[in-house]
């Protein structure tokens, strides 16, 4: 089947980039926008904008008869999910099956299966993948029991989904209790599911994770990508291949990322994510993200595909074309998010209109976003506002590269991340390579007072 006409149900900077795609493809583009969004550079790209709903993301991009309704209308081919929103939602999946639309992602089975993070570690344990020692904890005493047989310190995570969201460590257990009713009610709230587990907490660790793509029968892997620099367990920079990463280590990762992709007989673009324990020199399968990833551009630098076309064309039936063997990496990327966000005063929300908008062009360096003079950033979503990707034929050119595209990068109007973004990418910790998952908060905390002063 050959796919003419997309239903995009996102919105920002993703929105633009399948757009980006489908337009040298030749596929027709329909944007399903909130009201927010209607007049977004999305929209103004789009073949054609169909309303979705109010702006809340609960009645709009999280609202799957409104999301269907909307492609019904549109009379479209297929729906692309884009990242975050119902890209991994298994009645979406399902609904476009049943209204006869092609959902470009895997099947509603394996976005179920993934989905549930108890489950996924158990098909990881299947699949002969190294977890953490941990479970399910169903009551306050099944979770002091399992805590003490691990040991502390612990992290108390929401099997219905990831970001940080319902996420909390426990170093002791006086803090079990409290720690344990937090975790329950924030996953309650973000994902509807109140269910958590408990795994051993690695204080020296660092956050690789593995880009696979499957066609249903084959499966290959593009690739580490290391997302050490986060803060409250969000992502700010990513970066192809993980840096400092032992090549043993890094070779059975891949090769365990691409077995738990055949063990699922995978379809599509998915993520395979990891925990390196430096100290242990050991990595544990974290979890898997069945969708297209924020990050995915780093990848696109060294394994030169287009990720997004690679979904499109496994979407319409056809095979990968391509083997492991086929797979070639070249040189280094390096990617920086842009968010709206006043990170002097603990990253409040900045939303709001951007009066100034410049972004660096020059060899080796991509922009992904949506922001332009006079785009307006609304308080509904997430703040992302763009990603500054540089590419070198190795880290040294491709930080050199970053650094200077970040300083010639200007943002007014709203507050962002991007003077953030300049000293973070110029601390010697971060050029040295292979910091852990704690760097970031030590950054903070060692930069002069006068830098924290608006």
Sequence with gaps: ????????????????????????????TVLAASDAD??????????????????PASASYLNVPAV??????????????????????????HACAAAGIVFIGPTPPQLAAVGDKLRARAYAVAAALPVLPGGDVSSLDAAAVLAAHVGYPVLI???????????????????????????????AAAFGDP???????????????????????????????????????????EEAPAPKLPRA????????????????????????????????????????????QVEHPVTEGICGLDLVECQIRVAEGR???FTQRDVRFDGHAIECRINAEDWVRDFRPSPGRV??????????????????????????????????????????????????????????GVSSTLSLQEALVGSPGFAAGGVTTDYFRRFLEDRPAAEHIG
């Design 1 to 28: 089947m050959i796919l003419r006409r997309i239903l995009i149900a996102n919105r920002g900077e993703i929105a633009v980039r399948i757009m980006r795609t489908c337009e040298r493809l030749g596929i027709e």
């Design 249 to 292: 280590v890094r070779e059975h990762m891949q090769d365990a990322a691409a077995s738990f992709g055949r063990h699922l007989a995978y379809r599509g673009l998915g993520t395979v994510e990891f925990l390196y324990d430096c100290l242990r020199e050991e990595f544990y399968f974290l979890e898997m993200n069945a969708r297209i």
């Design 355 to 412: 009066t100034r908008a410049i972004f660096a062009v020059g060899e080796g360096i991509r922009v992904d976003t949506h922001i332009e003079p006079g785009a307006e950033v609304p308080p509904y979503y997430d703040s992302l506002m763009a990603k500054v990707i540089a590419h070198g034929r190795d880290r040294t050119q491709a930080l050199e590269r970053l650094s200077g595209a970040l300083a010639r990068c200007e943002i007014e």
């Design 319 to 321: 095979p990968l074309g």
């Design 157 to 187: 995570k929401a099997v219905g989904g990831g970001g940080g969201r319902g996420m909390r460590q426990v170093g002791s257990p006086e803090g079990l209790s409290e720690a344990l009713d937090l975790a329950i009610a924030e996953a």
């Design 38 to 55: 209607l007049e977004s550079v999305a929209a103004r790209r789009a073949d054609h904008v169909i309303r979705l709903g109010p702006s």
């Design 195 to 237: 269910r958590v587990y408990l795994e051993r907490y690695v204080a020296s660790g660092r956050h690789i994770e593995v880009q696979i793509l499957g066609d249903g029968q084959a499966v290959v892997h593009l690739g580490t990508r290391d997302c050490s620099i986060q803060r409250r367990y969000q992502k700010l920079i």
């Design 68 to 93: 269907i309704a909307a492609a019904r209308a549109a009379a479209v081919d297929a729906l692309h999910p884009g990242y975050g929103f119902l890209s991994e939602n298994a009645d979406l999946a």
